[in-house]
């Protein structure tokens, strides 16, 4: 079994930053992958970054492209999000998700495990 505990959400103006953190404990072994996703109320949950720890292959939707990065700290076992430029459509839960590597990246099966999410809020 794996856990992913998120932290570091919050609140802030159109134009800011925010680091979402991720703590990842238990069989880690059995992660081939691990990414970032996000979900407003009534919609489906969208795949927003996503990391290979094996070779540090990173992967981002098109709409974070430029303002987010992904980053994996090894030592700490934990899964980071660096967002930047936040605009008012990046409000949404955010979800750290890890998985084995089969099915495409945004794919939300292939994820085996998953946080409890926190929440981002960018007011304009």
């Known amino acids: 079994q794996v856990q992913l505990v998120e932290s570091g959400g919050g609140s802030v103006q159109a134009g800011g930053s925010l680091r979402l953190s991720c703590a990842v404990s238990?069989?880690?072994?059995?992660?081939?992958?691990m990414g970032w996703f996000r979900q407003v109320p009534g919609k489906e949950r969208d795949g927003v970054a996503v990391?290979?720890?094996?070779?540090?292959?990173?992967f981002y939707d098109d709409s974070v492209q430029g303002r987010f990065a992904i980053s994996l700290d090894n030592a700490k076992n934990t899964l980071y999000l660096q967002m930047s430029s936040l605009k008012p459509e990046d409000t949404a839960m955010y979800y750290c998700?890890?998985?084995?590597?089969?099915?495409?990246?945004?794919?939300?099966?292939?994820?085996?495990?998953w946080g409890q999410g926190t929440q981002v809020t960018v007011s304009s």
């Open positions: 998700a890890a998985g084995r590597a089969h099915g495409g990246i945004w794919w939300l099966p292939s994820y085996d495990y």
């Open positions: 238990g069989y880690t072994t059995s992660i081939d992958r």
């Open positions: 990391i290979y720890p094996g070779d540090g292959d990173k």
